[in-house]
Nanobody, 124 residues
């Protein structure tokens, strides 16, 4: 069992930055690949970024490449999402999740534990 708690969301102007954190419980955090997803009002939840257990491999949605960076600190049981050059289209609730081994980073069905989400609002 893993519990995930996101933080760091808020209101920011377009062009600004935010860093989201996802703190995980459980001694096996370092063995889990992790992902960030987001869901805007009236839209389906979509993949944002993923990272393997060591942090050596990362994956991004095309819409955030070059602007967002996913990282992790296994000693702190935490995964981060640094978001720069934010746009109004980035407004959404952001969720972190743990991923099963051997499945696609890009699909929601690959993830088993989810946090409660943190709201990010970008004003234009």
């Amino acid at each position: 069992q893993v519990t995930l708690v996101e933080s760091g969301g808020g209101l920011v102007q377009a062009g600004g930055s935010l860093r989201l954190s996802c703190a995980a419980s459980g001694r096996t955090f370092s063995s889990y690949p992790m992902g960030w997803f987001r869901q805007a009002p009236g839209k389906e939840r979509e993949f944002v970024a993923g990272i393997n257990w060591s942090g050596g491999s990362t994956y991004y949605a095309d819409s955030v490449k070059g602007r967002f960076t996913i990282s992790r600190d296994n000693a702190k049981n935490t995964v981060y999402l640094q978001m720069n050059s934010l746009k109004s289209d980035d407004t959404a609730v952001y969720y972190c999740a743990t991923k099963g081994v051997g499945s696609s980073y890009y699909s929601m069905s690959s993830y088993n534990y989810w946090g409660q989400g943190t709201q990010v609002t970008v004003s234009s």
